[in-house]
């Protein structure tokens, strides 16, 4: 089926290891996001990559890297991670011009640092 | 970009009955997306009206749109266990790199 693939969906990790959650889409959508969802706090952005071959940071980048692979591929990255990165992370593309079009979600990767 | 605060929280129905959902926002759009959220899945877009539309319907669900009171609603008819899950209105305007942003939503819950 077309759509967001997230991967892995669910992992533990220890304080201070590094992980990369991945994500792809197959949609030939130019723009892919990285959000993450915490209770209470709705969804935040964390990077973005509005084309190939650019990234951005969005509302709370610290502790996080991404690397645009190509076009299909955004990949976010914890380098140290630490419990405060404990969170539901969603990855999402669209197309947008003169008008942003619907944005199509990943199944998410839940993420525990103890 | 902007977020859209929605109104109410939670909403408690029965099974057949409507659910209206409203939301606000503060400055110009292009246009207004709802989506959906079932509990620890992804988010599904809905529906999009255009700033230029006043009413757009989708199988069950209808939305509308007062851009001079800067306000949305979404009502879902003849509700189901299903329609269970939070909802999130997303104002869009200006392109901003496609960013767009998310409030608490409504959670709607529905009793069989």
């Known amino acids: 089926n077309a759509g967001v693939t997230q991967t892995p969906k669910f992992q533990v990790l220890k304080t201070g290891q590094s992980m990369t959650l991945q994500c792809a889409q197959d949609?030939?959508?130019?723009?892919m996001y990285w959000y993450r969802q915490d209770p209470g706090m709705g969804l935040r952005l964390i990077y973005y990559?509005?084309?190939?071959?650019?990234?951005d940071k969005g509302e709370v980048p610290n502790g996080y890297n991404v690397s645009r692979l190509n076009k299909r591929e955004f990949s976010l990255r914890l380098e140290s991670a630490a419990p405060s990165q404990t969170s539901v992370y969603f990855c999402?593309?669209?197309?947008?011009?003169?008008?942003?079009?619907?944005?199509?979600f990943g199944s998410g990767t839940r993420l525990t640092v103890v | 970009s902007q977020q859209g605060e929605e109104d109410p929280q939670a909403l408690s129905i029965q099974e057949g009955e409507n659910a209206t959902m409203n939301c606000s926002y503060k400055?110009?759009?292009?246009?207004l997306q709802w989506y959906r959220q079932n509990s620890g899945r992804g988010l599904v877009h809905l529906i999009l009206i255009r700033s230029n539309e006043r009413e757009k319907h989708s199988g069950r669900l209808r939305v509308t749109l007062d851009t001079s009171k800067k306000s949305s609603s979404l009502l879902i008819t003849a509700s189901r266990a299903a329609d269970t899950a939070s909802y999130f209105c997303v104002p869009a305007g200006g392109t901003s790199y496609g960013k767009l942003t998310f409030g608490q939503g409504t959670i709607l819950t529905v009793h069989p």
């Open positions: 999402a593309s669209t197309e947008w011009g003169v008008v942003i079009y619907g944005y199509t």
């Open positions: 949609m030939n959508h130019n723009s």
């Open positions: 990559s509005a084309s190939e071959g650019t990234t």
């Open positions: 400055t110009s759009i292009n246009n």
